[in-house]
């Protein structure tokens, strides 16, 4: 059975990796990652600290039920945000140590999305896609089986919105409209001129998603250079989503790391 000591270390091993330079997933203070610890509460990355430097210092501890009851709670200004991250911290001591911005959608996802950890980067060949004007056409159809396997049949798909309480907002939207189109949730959710969240139920299978997620990005961006992509049929992406050894596959992958 897992402590808190050991999912904070999984996490800090997941973060590191997304933010190794090498990887070009995030520089300087982009980006943020959260484990659940159990029905109550999670980790979530500390606003403003370095992926690629994490320790367990980097992260705090935060109420679910507080989270998520804000943001049924209406409109909210910058600093009532700002308390509310705070008065959800159930570490002990010093608020110092500020959730980030993005707490919000870390509970949504490991809630609602049901993940165990999550990991949002700014990849520069997703965001390359993500920025422009076919953003939401490059992303509408799956390529090849091996993005089915890992990163699932659709992507969920939010607009640019304002980071923090809006975008979680858009976000829960997004995954409510995945459940029902597709009766699970979202592996993968890309959000407009910002970046992506990958969601699994391991560190290995958040990193599995993005380093395909990466791979897909620069197909599409090749695929476009030769006059666009060739998406694969709706049975086809069924298909490969349901097939037994691709289901064995799935598992196996997911369960690494």
Known sequence: METPESIVARLVSLTAELGDPRNDYAILGEG????RIDGESFYVKASGAEMRSADASSFTRVS??????FLDGGPATDDGVGKALLDAKLD????SKKPSVETFIHA????????AFVGHTHPVAVNA???SAKA??????????DEIVVCGPAYAFVPYTDPGLPLAIKVRGAIEDHLR???????VILMQNHGMIALGSSPGQVLMITAMMVKTARIIAGAYAMGGPAFLAVESVNRIHTRPDELHRRKVLADKG
């Open 181 to 187: 189109a597709h009766g699970e949730p979202p592996r």
């Open 129 to 131: 896609v993500l920025c």
């Open 32 to 35: 943020n990652t959260s484990a």
């Open 64 to 69: 679910f039920r507080k989270i998520l009851a």
């Open 108 to 115: 949504i996802a490991l809630t609602l999305g049901r993940a």
């Open 136 to 145: 939401r056409e490059a992303f509408g159809g799956r390529l090849f089986p």
């Open 92 to 95: 002990a001591g010093s608020n």
